[in-house]
Nanobody
Framework: QVQLIESGGGSVQAGGSLRLSCEPS????????MGWFRQAPGKEREFVAA????????TYVGSVKGRFTIFRDNAKNTLYLQMHSLKPEDTAVYYC????????????????WGQGTQVTVSS
């Protein structure tokens, strides 16, 4: 069974930093684009960042540009999301995903999903 397992979530104060990790089990995803989404209470799941299979063309939603960095280590089969200057509006459950498309930025573009990790930012 293929699983994506996120870790690294937690509670921080505004201005703080967190690094999320995503490790697949059951198969390797070195040929897949990978992405991060988030879902705040009462809101729809939204795209945060994505990266190609080769680590190129990191793409971000405007609200996180300059604060978040997506990167991957294919040798370790791990995806990361480094988050700096966190804001209360970043509070959400963060999900990693893997997709066969080149650089998907929509939910429909991804084939595998993790269970999510909670990020809470207090003011």
């Amino acid at each position: 069974q293929v699983q994506l397992i996120e870790s690294g979530g937690g509670s921080v104060q505004a201005g703080g930093s967190l690094r999320l990790s995503c490790e697949p089990s059951g198969r390797a995803f070195e040929n897949y684009a990978m992405g991060w989404f988030r879902q705040a209470p009462g809101k729809e799941r939204e795209f945060v960042a994505a990266i190609r299979w080769n680590g190129r063309e990191p793409t971000y939603v405007g609200s996180v540009k300059g604060r978040f960095t997506i990167f991957r280590d294919n040798a370790k089969n791990t995806l990361y999301l480094q988050m700096h200057s966190l804001k209360p509006e970043d509070t959400a459950v963060y999900y990693c995903a893997a997709g066969r498309s080149l650089l998907p930025t929509t939910i429909a573009g991804y084939d595998y999903w993790g269970q999510g990790t909670q990020v809470t930012v207090s003011s």
